[in-house]
């Protein structure tokens, strides 16, 4: 019988979509499914580290995105984001019904053995460096690899 696998398009760079897009990840990875998250456009705002907004890039435009993209810990809720304090509120609500916070759930996957991608295309587009990214990105890879990767898989994009 042929594993089950699970590959994540992570789009959203919003923070209660990267809890879905982990949420799934983890609990497929913990029932042994291998999963594969390919993070592009504003989902690679996910797997940056947490160095704050900078103004990176070499145009004006990558400057301005990665200035106000700034990694994972300036991630908006993608609705009622009340000027940035929504996820501090929800993560404060998260921990107090017990829930794995974001951070948590990302632990989680890498420790269950998720493997985390970052898309070719969008990281020279927003003139993202390998060196911005967290160390557990397997590797940098184009649209053709991915779709190698999730052949035979659940796909789904959020």
């Known amino acids: ?4 696998k699970l590959s994540l398009v992570c789009f959203s760079g919003d923070f209660d979509k990267a809890v879905a897009v982990f949420t799934l ?5 913990a029932v042994g499914w291998e999963v594969n998250i390919f993070f592009t456009f504003w989902g690679l705002n996910v797997i940056r580290k947490n160095k704050g907004r ?5 145009s004006f435009m990558a400057r301005a995105f990665n200035f106000l993209m700034g ?22 609500m998260m921990k ?11 632990d989680s996957a890498k420790a269950l053995g998720v493997k985390l991608y970052a898309c070719e295309m ?9 060196e911005e990214l967290d160390d557990d990105v397997v590797d940098i890879i184009g649209v053709p690899t991915f779709l190698e990767q999730s052949q035979d898989a659940q796909t789904l994009f959020i």
């Open 1 to 4: 019988m042929n594993a089950k």
């Open 25 to 29: 990840a983890s609990g497929a990875a």
């Open 54 to 58: 900078a103004f990176t890039g070499q």
């Open 71 to 92: 990694g994972r810990k300036h991630l908006p809720l993608s609705r009622f984001n009340f000027a940035g304090i929504s996820p501090v509120l929800m993560t404060g």
């Open 96 to 106: 107090g019904h017990n829930v794995a916070t974001l951070e948590e759930l990302i």
């Open 122 to 130: 969008a990281m020279n587009i927003l003139e993202i460096k390998k």
